[in-house]
């Protein structure tokens, strides 16, 4: 009886390799692309791409950017999703030379990428008038909710200047939420507290006192 040669296993090779040999062809091209003469619309492509499949060799790229009228924020889309470490580690190495609203925007994406690392620079920035980007480093520093993170909002909420408790509340009800999300109720209830003691009665502290008794309702807070 005469075998039949099965067809489909080259196929199904050469299935499995394209999706790798696209995603290597589109990051090489968008890189083309933004170091080319193209124009704004096509660049601002490139980048938002890039933080889809882009990779190490994207983030200097991208980061040339972060200082750039009508460019910066896709830039900073872009390492906002690159998974590389190199990604976050090129927004804080910008963050002393960037100003106004790059400087804001850099801080923003710090905070979604919930870059740890970052937290002493965050940290400096809330504390510091000088650079005005306070309320921003406050935001992120919600969004990374880690111990350091949450123990600074917890001091612009004791002792900082009272223009900045309001946004200190906001980023600390982010922060108990996911402290809550991860299991840490009691850091949770710790964070709103600070709240409730800090502020007058108001929607904020109503919030907080809301969600603590939400935690106080589950099992093992």
């Known amino acids: ?43 601002a492509r490139a980048c ?28 900073r889309s872009g390492l906002e999703g690159i998974k590389d470490p190199s990604a976050g580690a090129a927004l804080r190495k910008a963050l002393p030379t960037l100003e106004g609203r790059y400087l804001a925007g ?59 408790r309001v946004a200190a509340a906001h980023a600390s009800l982010v922060a108990a939420a996911q402290l809550a999300k991860d299991g840490q109720g009691a850091g949770a209830r710790e964070l709103l507290d600070s709240i409730v003691t800090a502020l007058p009665p108001g929607p904020l502290a109503t919030v907080a006192q809301t969600q603590i008794a939400a935690l106080k309702a589950k099992p093992g807070n």
């Not at 199904?12 to 091209?29: D, I, K, M, Q, R």
């Not at 938002?48 to 830039?75: I, M, R």
């Open 106 to 164: 850099a801080v923003n994406s710090l905070g979604v990428r919930r870059e740890v690392a970052a937290v002493p620079d965050l940290q400096k920035l809330a504390l510091d008038p000088q650079r005005g980007v306070a309320e921003e480093a406050i935001a992120s520093l919600g969004m990374i909710a880690n111990r350091d993170a949450t123990k600074t909002l917890q001091q612009v909420l004791a002792r900082g200047p009272a223009e900045l």
């Open 1 to 43: 009886m005469k075998l039949i040669r099965p067809l489909f296993l080259p196929l199904l090779v050469v299935a499995l390799a394209v999706p790798v040999h696209a995603a290597v062809t589109s990051e090489s091209a968008a890189l083309a692309v933004l170091a080319s003469d193209a124009g704004l619309q096509e660049k």
């Open 48 to 75: 938002q791409e890039l933080g889809d499949f882009g990779g190490p060799k994207s983030v200097a790229p991208l980061a040339a950017l972060l200082n750039t009228e009508h460019l910066a924020d896709y830039a």
